[in-house]
Structures are given as structure tokens and as C-alpha cells.
């Protein structure tokens, strides 16, 4: 009989009670070290359930820190209640990384309100942005109540299209006739109301919540209440729980990133074989997600800086480490040579390669050299399992090129 490629995996022990648990856009039951910004949230939202306006809101914090999942428990809850009390309340989240023009957002909760028997769905394109205005005002009268309107990652959509959109939002009431609507901002960037008209911030920042970053025992608490759920008790080895969150702190307190540390844990062990997760998976697992994470930055490099973190690379193979903004200038323009490309000035280079500082592919620490002023010490900071040459010559060929021609090296000084 022909054997079948996933009949390995059909007998395969599963360490995941139900993996859903641990996934970013799952519900959980509770949401430990929230409740005072649930208590904020839902204390102003009540107004609603009342049948009288909340106050516009606008929440912040670092990314991971809870913001979309705290909004998401309340609304949902809001809901409920709503259909308990036989009260008329909506809630209607939008994401303004994927929806970010003013018109696509308009005509989306337009057509979020749209009723079984009818069709004329607000078209993709083409109307007057005040017809879709017009007639989502027309269609949220129609259903009456109180609507809470999320716009979630708000920071995207006014950097892209400006505050036109919010200002329409938060004015809403005053076209309204039968229906009451708030609007919620949701923003990991601290500063975005400073690109806001000022009578714009003031509407919208009626009420600010802040979430503060997660610490690694907030973590450990997240974590536990999470894999209690998606994990078998015995999977869960000595010490896990615990590096996750550590990891994950390390970083800024990002429970997203602690939440996926644990899940690819709990894959690593599972593919081997092994009964339960311990640290050696989780070390695992955070270098795929370092990997994962380092792979689009540097296949996306424009190719000028691709050559710059070469020129690092290649002093780095030679044995040399760190090396001066002269060294990595001196193979960079022998790199050019190779490729037939016109090398750019020695100061354009140091630019760049603060640019590789800043997005974390090397450091380059400014160092004192006494009478004969400051200069860099540059490294790469890139881990051992990230094939950056391979990355790099995939995404442009003429790096294939750079990578196997021969230099000539100058020795540090
Ligand atoms: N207190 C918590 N308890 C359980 N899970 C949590 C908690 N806080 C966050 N999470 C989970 O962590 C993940 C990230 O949270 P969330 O998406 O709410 O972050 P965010 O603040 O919206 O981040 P971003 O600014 O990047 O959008 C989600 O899967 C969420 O379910
Ligand atoms: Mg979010």
C-alpha cells in the first residue's frame, strides 16, 4: 500500500490541547494585569448601554501590550450586554494598517451595516467621499442606538492620508439624527495626535488610557493562563514559562512575542518527538523568530546599503572585527568595482551605516581615539543561523557576485 506522507503525523503524540489558545487573534476568557484599563474602558462605555454618548478615547502603549485584545474583550462584552438589556449598541473595529484610506473605512462600517434583505453594498471606489458619508450616516439612523466605532493602529491611516477622516468621525453626532456614535483610537506611536488638527486631538482625546509594557511576571501570568488552555499540564517542562517571559521582557514586555515564543516552543519539541517543551526548545525557537524577523529586513535593504553590511561581512570573514568606517569603506568601493557601479562618497557610507546601526544589523559604537579624535568600532549583530549571504544574493544577484570576488584587505590601523 502506498504510504502516505502525513501518516507519520496522524500517530504523532500532540502536546497541544488546542493550539487556537495560543494564537494573537483568539479571545481569551481573561486578560490578567488589564483590569484597570478594562475598569476605564468599560466604566466610560456604560454611557452607552444607558443609551447616552460615551466619551471619544484614545488608547495607547507599546506594541503587545494588549491594546487590540482589551478592546476586543469589551466590545464583545458590551455586546452582550446590550442584547441582554435589549438596549440597540454596536461596535465596529476597523484595522487602519489594512484599511487606511478615508473612504475604505467609511464604506466599510457602511457596509458592516448593511441589512439582510438589502445589496447595494457602498462600491470599492467611486463615489464622492461625502455620499459615503451621507450614507453611513443614513444606514447607522436607520439601525438607531449607540455605535462604538474602534479604529485600531490609527497612527498608520493619519500619517497616510492625514486627520480628515477622524475629523468627520468625531464630529458625527451632529448629522446624526436617531443614532449616537464614540470613536475609540488605538496607537502604539505616543506622538501621533501631534500630526492631529487641534480641535481634532481634543475630541478624540476625551479619555486617554495608557498600557503600560508588561513585565516578565505579568508575562509568566499571561502565559500560564494561556497554556493552561492550549497546552497538556505535564507538556510544559521546568523553567519554560519562565525564559519565555524573560525573553519576551527583554524585548519591551511584548505579550504577542511571549505568546509565540511558547507556541513555537511547544512545535520544536513536538517535531522532535519529545514529550514536553524545555529551555532548549524556547532557545530554539527564539533564533527561528530572530531569523524569521531578520530575513525580510535584509532581503528589503536597498542596494546600497546591501553593499555596506557585505563590506561588514566580508572584513568580519577576513578576521577582522571592529573595523573602522575606512575599512568598510575601502571593500565597499573594491565591491563596487566588481559590479561595475559607481561607489558613493566615503561620508554617504558612514550614513549608511548608521542606518544598519539602527535597524539593529550591526552596531557601531563611537570610540575615542585622544588626540587623533573619534572614530567607529563596527560589528554585525546578525545571529550565526541567519544565512545573510544567501538572503542577500536571492534577492539581487549582482550580490552573488560581490560575495565571490576577491579583495584586497587593509589591516587595522
Ligand atoms: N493580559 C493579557 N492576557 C492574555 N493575553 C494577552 C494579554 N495581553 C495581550 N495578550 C495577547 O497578546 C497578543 C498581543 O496583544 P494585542 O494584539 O492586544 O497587542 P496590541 O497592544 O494591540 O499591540 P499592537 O500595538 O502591536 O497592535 C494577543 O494575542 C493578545 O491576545
Ligand atoms: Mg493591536
Given amino acids: 500500500m502506498e504510504t502516505n506522507i502525513f501518516d507519520k503525523f496522524v500517530s504523532q503524540k500532540t502536546l497541544f490541547k488546542n493550539k487556537e489558545h495560543l494564537r494573537h487573534n483568539f479571545r481569551p476568557q481573561r486578560l490578567p494585569h488589564r483590569e484597570e484599563e478594562i475598569e476605564k474602558i468599560s466604566y466610560n462605555l456604560w454611557e452607552a448601554l444607558k443609551g447616552h454618548i460615551p466619551s471619544n478615547m484614545t488608547l495607547y502603549g507599546v506594541t503587545g501590550a494588549g491594546k487590540t485584545a482589551v478592546t476586543d474583550y469589551v466590545c464583545h462584552h458590551l455586546r452582550a450586554k446590550g442584547e441582554t438589556m435589549g438596549r440597540q449598541v454596536e461596535s465596529i473595529m476597523v484595522n487602519c494598517r489594512q484599511i487606511d484610506t478615508q473612504y475604505r473605512v467609511l464604506s466599510h462600517i457602511g457596509n458592516s451595516l448593511l441589512e439582510d434583505f438589502e445589496?447595494?453594498?457602498?462600491?470599492?471606489?467611486?463615489?464622492?467621499t461625502d455620499r459615503v458619508f451621507n450614507e453611513l450616516i443614513r444606514r447607522m439612523d436607520r439601525r438607531g442606538g449607540v455605535f462604538v466605532i474602534v479604529l485600531d493602529e490609527i497612527d498608520h491611516l493619519v500619517r497616510k492620508a492625514g486627520d480628515d477622516l477622524l475629523y468627520n468621525l468625531t464630529n458625527m453626532n451632529s448629522s446624526l439624527k436617531?443614532?449616537?456614535?464614540?470613536?475609540?483610537?488605538?496607537s502604539n506611536d505616543l506622538k501621533f495626535t501631534d500630526f492631529l488638527d487641534p480641535r481634532v486631538?481634543?475630541?478624540?482625546?476625551?479619555?486617554?488610557?495608557?498600557?503600560?509594557?508588561?513585565d516578565?511576571?505579568?508575562?509568566?501570568?499571561?502565559?500560564?493562563?494561556?497554556?493552561?488552555?492550549?497546552?497538556?499540564?505535564?507538556?510544559?517542562?521546568?523553567?519554560?514559562?519562565?525564559?519565555c517571559a524573560a525573553l519576551a521582557a527583554q524585548e519591551h514586555g511584548d505579550a504577542r512575542c511571549a505568546l509565540d515564543l511558547l507556541r513555537i516552543s511547544a512545535e520544536k519539541a513536538e517535531q522532535a518527538g519529545d514529550d514536553a517543551v524545555n529551555q532548549n526548545h524556547v532557545r530554539i525557537a527564539q533564533s527561528q523568530i530572530e531569523s524569521d524577523q531578520m530575513t525580510p529586513v535584509i532581503a528589503t535593504l536597498p542596494s546600497q546599503q546591501k553593499l555596506v553590511l557585505a563590506s561588514i561581512l566580508l572584513n568580519e570573514q577576513n578576521g577582522l572585527r571592529n573595523v573602522q568606517t575606512g575599512q568598510v569603506y575601502d571593500i565597499y568601493r573594491q565591491a563596487c568595482q566588481h559590479i561595475r557601479q559607481n561607489p558613493l562618497t566615503q561620508r554617504r557610507i558612514s550614513g549608511l551605516i548608521s542606518n544598519l546601526d539602527m535597524?539593529?544589523?550591526?552596531?557601531?559604537?563611537?570610540?575615542?581615539k585622544g588626540r587623533y579624535g573619534r572614530s567607529k568600532e563596527i560589528n554585525s549583530c546578525i545571529p550565526a543561523n541567519v544565512d545573510v549571504r544567501t538572503i542577500?544574493?536571492?534577492?539581487?544577484?549582482?550580490?552573488?557576485?560581490v560575495f565571490n570576488a576577491n579583495y584586497h584587505h587593509q589591516t587595522s590601523l
Fill in 119 to 128: 445589496q447595494d453594498e457602498i462600491p470599492f471606489t467611486g463615489w464622492p
Fill in 178 to 186: 436617531t443614532a449616537r456614535a464614540c470613536v475609540i483610537g488605538i
Fill in 201 to 214: 486631538r481634543s475630541r478624540l482625546g476625551q479619555l486617554d488610557v495608557l498600557f503600560r509594557p508588561y
Fill in 216 to 243: 516578565a511576571e505579568q508575562l509568566q501570568d499571561i502565559l500560564r493562563q494561556r497554556a493552561q488552555e492550549g497546552l497538556d499540564a505535564e507538556a510544559i517542562g521546568p523553567g519554560v514559562i519562565e525564559l
Fill in 359 to 368: 535597524l539593529g544589523l550591526v552596531t557601531a559604537r563611537t570610540v575615542s
Fill in 392 to 401: 542577500m544574493s536571492t534577492a539581487e544577484e549582482e550580490m552573488h557576485v
